[in-house]
């Protein structure tokens, strides 16, 4: 855990960051304790994957051009078979363990190695395994599950059409059952409904889970799964074509393609029969009657790509912070008051940079745990209602975006707080960026989860107060309703009410406690839905068009509340987190998590003030108090709190991380110090003339 | 121009766009007219320059390997050479044109082509050359550039090194001069003072220009230019020596590498002596007589590459826009008031998503042509006093980082705005902006540069109020002081009295006018700079220590003032662009404006609000103004306003952009048109169950 540690301030650190040194001593993070924390509930499965995540045949090759990486990447899946770890999520009977959980987290952990290895794993286990796991039965699980747990079938996931990505209860391919052969005819109308960007369709595929119409009798039943054949050795089977995608943005190491079908004919039995089923006669049944809540159950079970996205971003965050922060200890730039030139992370702009990142990627860490532990106890039947369920859904569709976009830009920022040396891929930013670009947009657009979670904001808001007069609106507003309006979905209801936050001249101690943080987060979560709430009502009295309008017109506030109610979610598990940790470790986190809930604060200082719910003076001071409090405090700590995350040199594989900066700077300073001893420096041609006048 | 124009107006645009629609039909953009006045004062530099690349021979091969694609734009220099299109810079006594303007606009649009290529380019004709020419003298211009002119000699720029990058006054490389043998020796002290990341070194350089420490007779001159041969056609040459940078985040057509020294002899005139020379026996003599003018002033003719990473921010911020609002004008997804699906670009959040960002486009070429003159002017010696030459790098530091910080958010929100399809590399988004992604810290890290901003701020703020008292100042800050105190580097005073935005109740029409537009973002611009001009007065009374912490605890909002006076030039361009204009077109793009110039008001809501610029009232107004009416007026002439920027589809190159989305969708309509009225199409489960009850 140490191995990278220069002494937490070193002796060089000046101005700044040394005063505030002095004043913070008695504050340090325990790194080991922390780092045995943070790696949570599936600590042991974490670990066991970053132990195997040191063998260099797992680790990214950069340069290696897309027809090698994509075999070596289909070679590395079979060293995850070879090693036993890919079973974990599958049902004991058989040979899995039904630890959902632990599956995800060293799924998550895979990053390290090469983002490629990770996503066609989960194109394999994740989406195409557990399709069939998921929605098949006992006879799919018996017939078809062992094989592609070996690898033997590795398989393509066919829900995205080119069309149709984010609407997918909308694609064009349809499965008509045929009672005379007892066959479903598997076929593709029109170009916009080939399916498109699916891992293991342009090579490696020999089977996939389309997702179609099921159409039976003369009826459609909705968008269906169905196990169909693709390839054998020879090729594309008859009726199947498709094409390679080519060069992507990133993830080069996964063939993804496309597939059409042409009239292609499977059993009956193929059809992944768990929510809905064909009779041989062609008559459908399903246990679930209506057709979309049967489509949203079906989709439902597929949220584990999101919850593994959400942990995949953290791990590449802490990994981006660790390089980045190592480095910004080591590097000088410039003199300042002396001499010595200045450590680039005592710099106020360098720290503005990297510090609340860093703060952003601790909550996001204990979301995540939060959101992991409620997947695990959906999924593992410990609480399993369809309101858990239902909740669990929209912690995903929350966090998820929150947690890509910012690995994007922490992983950004990162590169260029590194400069010129930041850009090589030795340096990982770059590659690493390149692949999670597309983390923001697939297994959900972000945007369109954020206004699924709005959706459910306003749905929980309307179910409480469904047949509330002006009155009692206006008092929920203003946060004097004391129930749980909107808590199933993790938004925690004020116990204090609302005071004037604009009309008094308390100082920034009054915002920066805890319960200050969190009535001013809650509140803003709230009131933003009820003052949607309150505009949207009109919709139900317009015509489709206006209604219609009317929505669009409030999109983009929508999906800020739902962003709002996401940031509230993370500021809150982080808050959780802390009340575990040993005092002084806990001291120096409070810091983080203020710099976390104060900087979402500062980012939102306009509503707030728009809103009267902090005066001008105090949005001020909150700005005051990073710049002047919590950045100089944290700046001592900042390698502790990067080294808790734990990354060996064998995960990092990065040159500037590696201490080779610390050694240049020394050499270069033995140098001049050298140099002047020896009384044969040249003398500076200003000091001369200085000398002169 | 037209060949990529639907229809403005969609006869299918339903909702909110229709609405706007009929609203503003008499404002329509003369697309051919803008489209010429974008090309500015070089259009036909850009025009010849934009046939060119219509050349498949200068295209950008996606996936092709680091080593095929050095040797690919290796070639097409030689092709450009070979057309008779990198002179234009260069002096008529060597065949050149002295037409650095053109110069610069023609190389500006290879982007288009290849970054890689643009930027090779710029390694050989605008660093490494360009050193030659306005670092050395007429025996340098005869005897080196024709080499150089024609691909002869490839060289390196060897000015960072691997331990300073920003802080180039302090590189540790040596060139002492020997009089006993009338030699210059080139030495790397120390493994940090290798050259590092030198275009052209790994591979293809036979030359580079060093910057090294001039000492000669025991004194350091400080950092001057030397012509060092590197390579022939064995290799390294004796004492030379390097490695390559290897694979990077992009740009990997270009030989990135390193280069170091082992006291490597050269002759006395090999020292590129415009501006400092040592006589035979070892004595230097220079122009300008303070060292650190003198190092300025160098570095000060090597601007053009910030204006040229400027210009080419622009061309691919355009680029970008072009394709996703092309995309978002065919692409539907989601049904609302009706059967059809909507457009995306119908979307309220998917205007707010991309139509600022053009907007922000717009003032950024604007912007950029008032600098390409303001280059121009200094470079052919028509405006080329000491404060014409500050002016002009006070511009380029304040343009270059807002506009490739800008390009690469335009490129990566363009390309999350298409989904799947913007993650290929065929519809160029994420090469262009792996490539571009060293553009914000190369030729000046842009932190660095805003700080250098700040300081020129700074400067004139204390060069004005010198002797001033506490009542002039206030009286400057409030805006009653008419003179040019900060307008030398293009800021604007104030010609109305700053009135009480807070007390009145004046509606949106008040905020919405040009003038208040730009009394708000030049107040914002002098208030922050008297505000840190007062705050940094006591550092004149204070120890070095002590100075400098408190210049470092302002280093956050130093940067923020330089951000505001950055953007302040763009609107301010963008405002004088409107002037000409024809009055349909300047109808619509004066919108644009306002969409630019209140965005930044409403990106900066909190400054305004707590610094009593704005009330609440109002600052909310702003956004209902940009949602509720900008947004949906531009919506009808997005495609417009794309098709200005001229791009044909060999520029374009990008399939989503190419027409093939609309066929998609007339395909699948066409397909369920003729299924509905053949009576064969399936009842939706959902309809039948509505039936029954």
Redesign the interface.
């Known amino acids: 855990m140490t191995q990278l540690a220069p002494p937490t301030t070193s002796p060089e650190t000046?101005?700044?960051a040394r005063?505030a040194a002095a004043a913070t001593a008695p504050a340090t993070i325990d790194v080991a304790w922390l780092g045995e924390y943070l790696l949570g509930a599936w600590a042991e499965e974490r670990k066991h994957s970053r132990e195997l995540i040191k063998r260099p045949e797992l680790h990214r090759i950069?340069?290696l051009?897309?027809a090698d990486h994509r075999e070596r990447v289909l070679g590395q899946l079979g060293l995850l078979v070879d090693w036993g770890v890919v079973h974990r999520a599958f049902p004991k009977s058989v040979g899995g363990e039904d630890n959902h959980g632990g599956n995800i987290a060293s799924f998550e952990e895979l990053v390290l190695a090469d983002a490629s290895l990770q996503i066609k794993s989960g194109v394999q286990w994740g989406l195409f395994g557990a399709a069939v796991m998921h929605l098949g039965t006992e006879k799919h699980h018996t017939g078809l599950l062992p094989d592609i747990m070996s690898l033997k079938v590795p398989g393509a996931f066919a829900m995205?059409e080119?069309?149709?990505?984010?609407?997918v209860a909308?694609v064009?391919t349809t499965a008509t059952y045929d009672e005379a052969t007892g066959e479903f005819v598997i076929h593709t109308?029109?170009?916009?409904?080939w399916k498109?960007?699916l891992g293991n369709a342009a090579l490696h595929g020999t089977a996939a889970v389309v997702f179609a119409?099921l159409?039976t009798k003369?009826?459609?039943?909705?968008v269906h799964a169905f196990y169909v054949p693709i390839r054998d050795e020879n090729g594309f089977l008859p009726g199947v074509g498709g094409e390679d995608?080519?060069?992507?943005?990133?993830l080069?190491g996964i063939d993804n393609g496309r597939l059409h079908f042409d009239q292609v004919r499977i059993p009956r039995d193929n059809l992944l029969n768990r929510y809905g089923d064909v009779a041989e006669d062609g008559t459908?049944s399903s246990v679930i009657g209506s057709?979309?809540r049967r489509f949203f159950t079906m989709l439902g079970t597929l949220v584990q790509g999101r919850v593994s996205l959400d942990g995949s971003a953290v791990v590449a965050s802490k990994l981006a912070l660790t390089i980045a922060i190592t480095y910004a200890t080591q590097r000088r730039?410039?003199?300042?008051?002396?001499d010595d030139?200045v450590v680039l992370l005592?710099?106020?702009?360098h720290q503005?940079?990297l510090l609340p990142r860093l703060a952003q990627t601790y909550a996001m860490s204990f979301a995540h745990e939060t959101f992991l532990n409620a997947f695990d106890g959906v999924f593992s039947g410990a609480h399993d209602t369809d309101a858990d369920r239902q909740d669990l859904e929209t912690i995903a569709a929350a966090l998820k975006p929150l947690s890509t976009w910012a690995a994007?830009d922490i992983l950004?920022e990162s590169?260029?707080s590194c400069?010129?040396?930041?850009?090589?891929?030795?340096n990982r930013?770059?590659?690493l960026?390149?692949d999670l670009?597309?983390y923001?947009?697939?297994e959900g657009?972000?945007?369109v989860l954020l206004?699924l979670v709005a959706k459910r904001l306003l749905g929980d808001y309307a179910a409480k107060f469904k047949n509330a007069d002006a009155a009692t609106l206006a008092r929920y507003v203003a946060g004097s309703v004391g129930a749980t309006a909107v808590s199933r979905s993790g938004l925690r209801q004020l116990s204090q009410s609302i005071v004037d936050f604009g009309s008094t001249a308390r100082s920034v101690g009054y915002v920066r406690d805890e319960a200050s943080q969190r009535q001013l987060l809650t509140d803003r979560v709230q009131s933003m839905v009820a003052a949607l709430a309150g505009r949207l009502r009109a919709a139900s009295k317009l015509g489709?068009?206006a209604?219609?309008?009317l929505?669009?017109?409030?999109?983009?506030e929508l999906?800020e509340a739902a962003r709002a109610h996401g940031e509230l979610l993370q500021w809150e598990s982080f808050t959780a987190a802390l009340e575990s940790m040993p005092a002084a470790t806990r001291q120096v986190m409070t810091w983080v998590r203020d710099l976390f809930g104060l900087g979402l604060i500062?980012k939102h200082?306009?509503w707030y003030?728009?809103?009267?719910r902090l005066s001008?003076h105090r949005?001020?001071a909150i700005t005051d108090y990073i710049?002047?409090r919590l950045l100089p405090r944290l700046r001592p700590h900042a390698l502790d709190l990067v080294n808790a995350f734990g990354f060996e040199p064998e995960h990092l594989r990065a040159e500037i991380a590696s201490g080779a900066e610390q050694?240049?700077?020394d050499?270069?300073a033995v140098?001049y110090a050298d140099l002047r001893a020896s009384g044969n420096a040249?003398?500076?041609?200003?000091a001369?003339?200085a000398k002169k006048r």
């Open positions: 000046t101005g700044t005063t950069d340069g051009g897309m995205t080119t069309g149709h990505g984010s609407d909308a064009g109308p029109f170009r916009a409904a498109d960007y119409q159409i003369g009826v459609n039943h909705g995608d080519g060069i992507k943005g990133g080069n459908y057709p979309g730039q410039f003199t300042a008051a002396s030139e005592d710099y106020q702009r503005r940079r994007l950004q590169r260029e400069g010129g040396a930041g850009f090589l891929a030795q930013f770059t590659q960026r390149a670009d597309i923001t947009t697939f657009d972000n945007n206004q489709p068009v209604a219609a309008d929505f669009n017109a409030n999109q983009d999906i500062e200082a306009a003030l728009i809103n009267g001008a949005a001020q710049d002047d050694a240049r700077q050499e270069a140098y040249p003398v500076e041609e200003k001369l003339k």
